[in-house]
């Protein structure tokens, strides 16, 4: 990640991106307004509304207002801002609507010809036709005229005048009046197009799709494609392919059409196809526009870092979803519309908010960036005159300000996507180097043109995409890796926040516990072996001492120890040190410890291959002592205290409640044993008085005394009674038993075949659909499916309907009374509208009359974890709300419930193993006893040792007394 001073610079350059707005004084956002007046008029109205909501006032300079203009006022034929001096010398927060040179390379059809014509024979473009073939008239007439007799009067092409008003015609050159139409056209000025042959249609009929590409950087790129856009139907060229009026979609309603039509991929297959024609496009215009640059040093266009431009891309798709741009709009139309198709001004109101939010954000980045180069060692050199010629990536002051802006834009991008740099740009590797070879080559035969240069006189490197295409999308793939995981837990209805390193300050060391002094070898023999390893807090007791040789460490923290940092690095550079899988982070990470042992991962990776390659693992073992570390064995004549305990003081999530432990009417274990045995029987697993009542016996005010391990749940008015075993075997009899649920619904399914078997023989972590047998002697039939699937993204999870429906086909056959049992619950994924789902599915399938049993919330992720979700205090309380509101439901509807929610978080630091510190369950392999291993020995010989059943217990007290509720709503309460 580079040093405390380079993060530091890192952040310094974003503040001066963003100026005054990180000063805290009020700023005045102005915009000024210039251009055409036929285009101000246009679109000002819908741009204007954009600039307002973003607070920005803007004003129109008199000669644009009264229409005093000329046709192109700000620019000279080279398309150059001829106020170029103005966009060198921008202060780094100003904003420009205009890219200069794009007029040259892009902007309309002459241009995209020109330049597209150019860069079409290059190897890695065979198989791309990203614009028809194509001539501009009257200069290419004989070249045309040339290619259009060598391939035959069956190809048509699409010839439009250089007018704004003129027509499209469809020719062949194959009749007289074509070719004399054709000589007509080539007197002024024209392009001429291949016509698509096969093209996609839509009810019959032809259509052109308008997609805006907002271009932020075009050297190096960075492009983002908006989801909104149009989708026009137009006659056949008999009417000259004009539009038909009332017929236009929008792009959303294209997909849907192509995936009912064709195939529920297509949709996606010729979008993507769509996104890689406008990346390779904006690469060959940025090759084009750096090729005609006179000399490196004398040129505008990439010296203006605040400026943009919206383009509108016109695109036709042929019949095997191969898309062909047909066109460029430098000044895409955002007028309003006030005719049937009066959406259209909602679609393009979205997009204008959307560039003003984007290319105006103002959120401070600095630190995601700096992670993001700690994952490839690069480093931000202060000094320009550092950055030589090197084969190694030199970044400089602009290559930190293109980062920067880019990770800004991409937390603001609202409804548009990443085109480049994306996660998946590494295909345009080849395209960029036969790109650069190309332009070579012409340079090679153009006198007139100089080689387009790698380097400024003085030595730095010329921006340009391909210099920085390797770590742009090794960024880009890093900030994918975040964004997936982080959007794959959208169903714990619980906000983002940021990671929790990034509260760090920059006078804080990251880590203080150097158990090696590191130095980075370059020796291919040090490749496997660990350097060092960090934590923080520091770990005490480390056993043994710190050894490259030695892959396993032991140490111990206390209770209340429930976070640590870890970071590791390897010996050679070839190498990374990474935590828990191979595509762990190689950065500092935090880790929540579970009361008892936790295992950390770090794997030593090969990173010289191009798949990570695991090529040597080291352990540490942590054990975190449990709140009774330090009691002695209580006994009755121990002088002791019974106290309550509503919340812990650490997290406060009822407000109105005192915290801690606070001393109970009942001064000893025996009294209070004796009062809650006089209590009636509860009636209901959600019994009234829950939030207080988590007792402990303790030897001393001090919480590090108290005696946890006989903690109990204790009603207010009532209370739960332990089921006897002989009981629950004859009240499982003949029934079945459906989980569904995530890990926390499968500890209690754990626990219930333990204690119906008296063992647990069988245990996996089955994340899909699972039937058990074995139980209560056949008697008992259990089933489990895993929800929800967080690890997948949104769109590919499995909804609670179909998981449900799967559960009870799967469970077959299922009795319509209360001997099928259908439990269900988790995290904090459940909430009312799961319930409702229930229900209907419950009456469609002829199972209304079956007990339904919910587990409500419980505490969790309540530690700043790597790419899990941190729920604040805040939030904490907004989930008693929410859990309120479960039960509440759920009760009205006749659904029993297991509240889990108080009890959890008065005690949450009692989490078990897990990173999401939700587990208040663990199940461990238990070796026999000397007496089970003397008996199978007798019945089975000692040469079938090795074949002596696997025996598994379910430990965690939180977790048993939850569970022991589910078991009393089955076999106690109606």
């Known amino acids: 990640m580079g040093s405390w001073e380079e993060i530091r610079m890192r952040c310094q350059i974003d503040k001066t991106l963003l100026g005054s707005y990180v000063t805290g004084q009020p700023v005045d956002r102005v915009a000024v307004v210039l251009g055409q007046a036929a285009v101000i008029a246009r679109d000002l109205p819908i741009y204007g509304q954009a600039l307002s909501k973003a607070g920005f006032t803007f004003n129109i300079p008199p000669k644009y207002s009264q229409g005093e203009h000329r046709e192109r006022p700000d620019y000279d034929d080279t398309g150059v801002c001829q106020c170029h001096k103005a966009l060198v010398t921008l202060q780094p927060w100003q904003k420009v609507n205009h890219l200069p040179g794009i007029t040259s390379v892009l902007w309309n059809k002459r241009t995209l010809c020109e330049t597209m014509a150019t860069y079409r024979h290059i190897p890695a473009l065979h198989r791309s036709q990203l614009s028809p073939l194509c001539f501009t008239l009257p200069g290419q007439y004989d070249n045309f005229l040339t290619t259009a007799s060598s391939l035959g009067p069956r190809v048509s092409w699409v010839a439009k005048s250089g007018s704004t008003s003129g027509n499209v015609q469809l020719l062949q050159l194959a009749g007289h009046n074509h070719l004399v139409q054709m000589h007509r056209l080539s007197q002024g000025s024209a392009v001429v197009q291949q016509y698509i042959e096969n093209p996609l249609l839509l009810h019959g009929a032809p259509f052109s799709l308008r997609v805006y590409v907002l271009v932020t950087s075009i050297a190096p790129l960075r492009a983002y494609i908006h989801s909104e856009g149009t989708v026009q139907q137009r006659y056949d060229h008999q009417r000259h392919f004009q539009k038909v009026v009332g017929r236009t979609w929008i792009l959303a309603h294209l997909k849907k059409h192509l995936s009912e039509t064709y195939d529920k991929d297509v949709g996606s297959i010729a979008f993507k196809n769509l996104h890689s024609a406008i990346v390779q496009t904006l690469l060959v215009a940025e090759t084009s526009l ?232 370059d020796d291919k023999d040090e490749t496997p072996f660990l350097e060092a390893f960090y934590t923080q807090p520091k770990l005490k007791t480390v056993t043994p001492a710190f050894d490259p040789a030695v892959v396993e460490y032991y140490a111990t923290v206390p209770y209340d120890v429930l976070l640590v940092t870890v970071w590791a690095f390897a010996r050679s550079c070839h190498s990374e040190a990474r935590l828990h899988t191979k595509y762990g982070v190689s950065r500092p990470s935090n880790v929540s410890l579970g009361v008892g042992t936790n295992r950390l991962t770090i794997m030593i990776v090969d990173v010289s291959r191009p798949e990570p390659w695991v090529i040597n693992t080291y352990t540490v073992v942590i054990e975190r002592q449990t ?305 089970q291993y003397m008996r199978w020995t007798e019945e089975n010989g000692h040469n079938k040792l090795t074949n002596i059943p696997i025996q598994y217990h379910v430990e965690g007290a939180i977790n048993a007394v939850y569970s022991e509720l589910l078991l009393s709503t089955i076999c106690e309460y109606s």
């Open 627 to 931: 709140a009774d570390h330090s009691c002695p064995a209580f006994t009755d004549d121990q002088p002791h205290q019974v106290c309550s305990m509503a919340q812990d003081c650490h997290l406060r999530y009822l407000p109105s409640l005192p915290c801690g432990l606070r001393p109970s009417k009942y001064r000893t274990w025996q009294k209070f044993q004796r009062w809650s045995a006089s209590l009636p029987t509860c009636d209901t697993a959600a019994a009234p008085g829950r939030s207080i009542g988590n007792i402990f016996m303790v030897t001393h005010r001090d919480r590090t005394s108290c005696k946890w391990t006989t903690a109990m749940w204790q009603p207010h008015q009532c209370r739960h009674p332990r089921v006897p075993r002989d009981r629950l075997k004859k009240c499982l009899a003949g029934r079945q038993i459906l989980f569904i649920g995530d890990s926390t619904n499968r500890g209690i399914m754990n626990y219930l075949i333990e204690a119906t078997n008296g063992s647990l023989m069988e245990w996996d972590k089955t994340h899909e659909t699972k039937t058990y047998t074995n139980i209560n002697q056949d008697r008992t039939s259990v089933s489990f499916a895993y929800y929800p699937q967080f690890w997948l993204p949104s769109n590919q999870r499995p909804v609670f309907d179909k998981t449900l429906y799967q559960l009870m086909k799967q469970s077959q056959p299922v009795q319509n009374n209360s001997n099928t049992i259908l439990v269900v619950g988790g995290v904090h994924w459940l909430g009312p509208h799961h319930l409702n789902v229930i229900i209907r599915a419950l009456q469609r399938e002829g199972l209304s009359g079956i007990k339904v049993v919910i587990k409500s919330l419980s505490a969790g992720f309540s530690q700043p974890v790597e790419r899990l979700r941190h729920i604040t205090l805040q939030d904490q309380r907004k989930l008693l709300l929410q859990n309120l509101a479960l039960v509440n439901y759920a009760q009205s509807h006749g659904l029993d419930v297991i509240d889990t929610f108080n009890m959890t978080m008065a005690r949450y630091k009692d989490f078990l193993q897990g990173q999401c510190a939700c587990h208040f369950h663990r199940v461990k392999e238990v070796l026999p006893s000397f007496s």
């Open 290 to 521: 750096r090729r005609g640059q006179e000399t490196p040093t004398n040129t505008p266009w990439d010296r203006c870092p605040g400026c943009f431009q919206l383009l509108g891309f016109d695109v036709i798709f042929n019949a095997s979803l191969h898309p062909t741009i047909v066109d460029v709009d430098g000044q895409p139309d955002l007028q309003e519309v006030t005719t049937s198709t009066s959406w259209m001004t909602v679609v393009k109101s979205t997009i204008a908010d959307d560039v003003i939010a984007m290319v105006t954000a103002s959120e401070q980045v600095a630190w995601d960036v700096a992670m993001a180069l700690g994952e490839f060692n690069q480093e931000v050199l202060v000094a320009e005159s550092k950055c030589q010629r090197t084969e190694q990536l030199c970044l400089r002051r602009s290559d930190a300000e293109y980062l920067l802006e880019w990770r800004r834009e991409t937390r603001h991008k609202g409804n548009f996507q990443q085109l480049y740099p994306a996660h998946d740009s590494d295909k345009y590797t080849r395209l960029l180097s036969d790109l650069q070879t190309h332009a070579s080559h012409l340079s090679q035969g153009d006198s007139e043109k100089t080689s387009i240069p790698d380097h400024t006189p003085d030595g730095a490197a010329v921006d340009s995409t391909s210099r920085m295409h390797w770590l742009a999308v090794s960024m880009a793939r890093y900030y994918h890796s975040l964004d997936t995981v982080a959007n794959s837990y959208d169903d714990l209805n619980a906000p983002l926040v940021p990671d929790s390193s990034s509260d760090v300050s920059d006078s804080t060391p990251l880590v203080e516990n150097i158990l090696y002094n590191a130095s980075k070898l």
